[in-house]
């Protein structure tokens, strides 16, 4: 059984920092990995989509790399600003299509 | 280009009722699928639907259902509602499968008392 596990739970750093966020997966058979941000009272947003193939992908200021074999993601966040703060998500697909979600982790960057 | 739109925004229930969610997708995209967000479980998938045919389903009891229509709108239905019900209900959409790039509704709070 697939399982995804974020850490930290939950982060504060000031703003301008670069930083970090890990996303650990148990089973290696995965279609995509995909990162989302969720800001208190709305939905999802996706950030980026990591199909099993690749290694990373890149949007603006957002990185995210993939390791299969190791069943690790993360997301890199480079010159973090406040609008940033919101909770980070981590999704896998599995072998049965279906997306296996990680608890979070809950960004507070201070200006 | 509108986004996802979900109605209601928010809903409050008694055990033992039953409740419809609806969801519109973004023009265009023909798949659905739906989501459940708990504080303690997190989120969890439901099931997907694409061209009005459910195509997947995850671990959740038969109380749990959902349609698709012909114009890709999509709804899911809670029957006899339980106090564990309670969630944040999420939908989904994207042009052919899930696992291209889902744009998400802002969801339905669902609140059984």
């Known amino acids: 059984k697939q399982e995804v596990t974020q850490i930290p739970a939950a982060l504060s750093v000031p703003e301008g920092e670069n930083l970090v966020l890990n996303c650990s997966f148990t089973?290696?058979?995965?279609?995509?990995l995909q990162w989302f941000r969720q800001d208190p009272g709305k939905g999802l947003t996706s950030l980026l989509l990591i199909q099993s193939s690749q290694r990373e992908q890149t949007s603006g200021r957002l990185n995210a790399s993939l390791d299969k074999s190791s069943g690790r993601s993360t997301l890199y966040i480079a010159a973090s600003q406040p609008g940033d703060s919101a909770t980070y998500l981590c999704a896998v697909m599995d072998s049965n299509y279906q997306l296996i979600w990680g608890a979070g982790t809950k960004l507070i960057i201070k200006p | 280009k509108a986004g996802v739109t979900q109605t209601p925004r928010y809903l409050i229930k008694t055990r033992g009722q039953q409740v419809t969610l609806s969801c519109s997708p973004i023009s265009g995209h023909r798949s659905v699928s739906w989501y459940q967000q708990t504080p303690g479980q997190g989120l969890q998938f439901l099931f997907e639907y694409f061209s009005e045919t459910q195509r997947n389903k995850g671990n959740f009891p038969g109380r749990f259902s959902g349609r698709q229509f012909s114009n890709s709108r999509s709804e899911m239905n809670v029957s006899t509602l339980e106090l564990g019900d309670s969630a944040l209900y999420l939908c989904?959409?994207?042009?052919?499968?899930?696992?291209?790039?889902?744009?998400f509704g802002s969801g339905t709070q669902l609140s059984v008392l």
């Open positions: 089973d290696s058979a995965i279609y995509n």
């Open positions: 989904a959409s994207s042009l052919q499968a899930t696992n291209e790039k889902l744009f």
